[in-house]
């Protein structure tokens, strides 16, 4: 980890696909490490006990392959995915760009999945007890009917899962964010419902940022209607603030820095609909404990990152964490949990 400054010159001269690709190799065969995270980090979320509120977001680790890894780096809980009930390819290369001037990335994956069969078995190999493993749910491209491919996702998925994630807000499948709609999103909760069980795994929903006016208070009275036990606040955005890099044109999802004030003012707005009363998850242009503060402050029980992790490096959870720690004992509240919404 200390080592990442001097290794970033060269990661940065690959093609961010296949530097991501590395990466992932190289944690297969790392030691795994037990991270000390202090006990006032602490926070219960959904019935799960988070050692730390700092996740890792769904899109690093897609296919499963590394949670231990992570979870040793210092994430207080690893989201896997998005994995889709079929394999598929994604869309075409080149569809990741690194916006060094904006410490930012643009992504238009499509939701490249190795399939739930490959995932379920992974996962079912690293058993319970390990960590928190959240898996990220999302509907095959050409599918015939997308909901019920998340009824599948929740079904197969939820024994080998500590919480799933519904994500009807990536811009990168054609349609899909047309699930937030009121009547759809009513329809597709409605099936997630059904297909889960008394015993099962919290479910959350993962939002966009780029949201009309009204539609935070549909999607929240929709979502306490139907049973759902939190909201992931927010995923990547398809607006364009201004961007110096000559890859600001890209078409996908924008996230990292750039994405920080559209996400934390997505955040306060669904706090104010919710009034406390259902717990958000904040992501999104989160790049340091302050940021962190600040989100949770604004009403987020946990936080996730990923795009900040390009350009601080894998040490970037812990250091956040620690931050936190400091910040908690600055602060009048004794744990996490106290300071929720305190500025909200």
């Known amino acids: 980890m200390a080592l990442f ?6 990661v940065f001269r690959l093609d961010p696909e296949r530097a ?39 899109g690093f680790d897609k296919h499963a392959e590394v949670t231990a890894a ?12 998005t994995i889709t009930p079929k394999p598929q390819p994604g869309n075409p290369r080149p569809r990741l760009f690194r916006l060094a001037e904006d410490r930012a990335v643009i992504n238009r994956f499509g939701f490249n999945s ?8 992974r996962l079912a190999r690293r058993g319970r007890g390990a960590g928190i493993v959240g898996v990220n749910l999302g509907a095959n491209k050409h599918s015939a009917d997308r909901i019920a491919d998340y ?22 499948t054609p349609g899909l964010r047309q699930l937030q709609d009121e009547g759809e999103l009513r329809a597709l909760l409605s099936a997630v419902r059904e297909a889960r069980t008394a015993d099962g795994p919290p ?43 000559r890859y600001g044109h890209e078409t996908g999802g924008l996230s990292g820095a750039p994405l920080k004030a559209l996400a934390l003012d997505a955040l306060r707005r669904f706090r104010s609909e919710t009034g406390g009363a259902l717990p958000l998850i904040g992501a999104g242009g989160i790049g340091s404990a302050e940021d962190a503060w600040e989100r949770i402050r604004a009403g987020a029980s946990l936080v996730q990152l990923y795009s900040a992790m390009v350009y601080e490096g894998p040490g970037i959870a812990r250091r956040i964490a620690r931050g936190l720690e400091r910040l908690l004992e600055q602060s009048s509240y004794a744990s996490i949990a106290e300071a929720v919404g305190a500025s909200a």
């Open 114 to 121: 190795h399939g739930q069969d490959e995932a379920l078995a």
């Open 151 to 172: 009824a599948e996702g929740v079904r197969r998925m939820a024994p080998v899962a500590d919480y799933l994630t519904i994500n009807i807000s990536s811009p990168n």
């Open 203 to 245: 479910v959350f929903l993962k939002l966009a940022p780029d949201l009309g006016e009204s539609e935070p208070r549909q999607i929240v009275r929709a979502a306490i209607e139907h049973g759902i036990d939190g909201l992931i606040v927010s995923n990547t955005t398809v607006s364009r603030p201004p961007l110096r890099s």
């Open 5 to 10: 400054p001097l290794l970033r010159p060269l």
């Open 20 to 58: 991501h690709g590395l990466t992932i190799a190289a944690l297969n065969v790392a030691p795994r490490k037990t991270p000390r995270l202090s006990p006032t980090l602490r926070t219960e979320v959904a019935g799960l006990s988070f050692p730390s509120p700092v996740g890792l977001a769904a």
């Open 70 to 81: 992570m979870l040793g780096l210092g994430f207080g809980f690893v989201e896997v995915g």
